[in-house]
């Protein structure tokens, strides 16, 4: 019985180092430089082609590093998300118009967006709320965007949803088309 109660306290000790662990490694690391892979993407990638994405992950702090090319010089933004629900301003990624040939990379670098990023079971979720008037018309979507890393850390994927707010007025003639998510998904190239 002398050699079962150390066994027991080792148990229990083992456990809980064990299960502490567990709660730190809880939420994925999304750190590092990621590669855009078109074949397994429905989307393209935002940015210029073919320039790595660099995530720092600093809980609460999400930092994505995207490279952008102006007047063919490469520019890096930064995009700063706050996973504990605070709320965020950065520049768009994405606009919605209704003259696509017509919109400059320097309107995008005008438009300002602000959102609300929070952890949904093993994704992060971020939620932003926009307004354009678009071919005469008043527009009212929300962008949805959910990053999620595989189980084994080399994969990560971004899914963007555009959810369009119904006219309470009932006066719209817009009636936005369903669409597939927007998915890209990266590999890991490094730590």
Not at 101 to 126: A, F, H, L
Request: aromatic share 8%; charged share 30%.
């Amino acid at each position: 019985m002398s050699i079962l109660r150390p066994l027991s306290v080792l148990f229990v000790i083992v456990s809980c180092v064990s299960f502490g662990q567990a709660q730190v490694k809880g939420k994925p690391d999304f750190s590092g430089v990621w590669k855009f892979d078109r074949s397994k993407s429905t989307a393209s990638e935002i940015g210029k082609r073919d320039v790595p994405l660099k995530i720092v992950y600093k809980d609460p702090e999400l930092r994505i590093t995207r490279t952008f090319e102006r007047n063919g010089q490469p520019v890096e933004r930064d995009f700063i998300y706050y996973t504990d629900g605070r709320g965020e301003t950065n520049m768009a990624t994405m606009l919605i118009t209704s003259e696509p040939g017509r919109v400059k990379p320097e309107d995008i670098d005008k438009e300002i967006v602000k959102s609300r990023t929070t952890w949904q079971s093993d994704k992060v979720v971020t939620r932003a709320s926009k307004r354009n008037l678009t071919g005469g018309h008043v527009l009212e979507y929300d962008i949805v965007d959910e990053w999620k890393i595989s189980s084994d850390g080399k994969t990560l994927t971004q899914t963007s949803r555009l959810v369009f707010q119904s006219d309470p007025t009932g006066r719209s003639v817009v009636v936005p088309a369903n669409r597939a998510d927007d998915k890209r998904v990266f590999s890991l190239v490094s730590k």
